[in-house]
């Protein structure tokens, strides 16, 4: 095979491809099946929203205690950006201190479910609405900051879960 239609089959591979990877968290097809970030969120905390992993804050209100203190059990949101454009959503798994948590989450790495893996609050303020995410490849915290809304609980407002 000659460098330039490799070259091509790459360029061609890419075009069809970007569209599943930049849609993994919408909840509904994409990336590798059903390892998505929402559906798996949902599953492991019992918070009943859908759509897309940005528009699960806006959903929340009046539903769902939402906060910008983490706890175990409750959903971090990430806003919609260029590189996500559906957000993403990550479960709590443990509160290591006030600016790092363990999160699991699916397909931050592609196709991946991810268990434990650290989140750092970057933000100036310390409300995690600016974060950093482990990146398993480089082996350290990736270095794009992501903006975020905070955290869902998964009790509904009013006592019951």
């Given at each position: 095979m000659d460098?330039?239609?490799?070259?091509?089959?790459?360029?061609?591979?890419?075009?069809?491809?970007?569209?599943l990877l930049l849609s993994a968290c919408a909840g509904h097809g994409g990336w590798n099946?059903?390892?998505?970030?929402?559906?798996?969120?949902r599953e492991q905390s019992g918070i009943q929203l859908r759509g897309d992993a940005a528009s699960w804050w806006r959903q929340a209100s009046g539903h769902y205690t939402r906060t910008s203190t983490p706890e175990p059990g409750?959903?971090?949101?990430?806003?919609?950006?260029?590189?996500?454009?559906s957000g993403h959503v990550s479960v709590v798994r443990a509160v290591k201190n006030s600016r790092l948590v363990l999160v699991d989450h699916a397909n931050w790495e592609p196709g991946r479910v991810t268990h434990?893996?650290?989140?750092?609050?970057?933000?100036?303020?310390?409300?995690?609405?600016?974060?950093?995410?482990?990146?398993t490849p480089i082996h350290g915290m990736g270095k794009t900051v992501y903006p975020a809304y905070g955290f869902i609980e998964p009790v509904l407002a009013g006592g019951s879960s």
């Open positions: 460098g330039a239609f490799e070259g091509r089959v790459v360029k061609r591979w890419s075009s069809l491809c970007l569209p099946g059903p390892v998505q970030c929402a559906p798996y969120a409750e959903v971090l949101v990430f806003r919609s950006t260029r590189r996500l454009p434990r893996a650290p989140v750092e609050d970057v933000s100036p303020g310390n409300n995690w609405t600016q974060v950093r995410v482990w990146w």
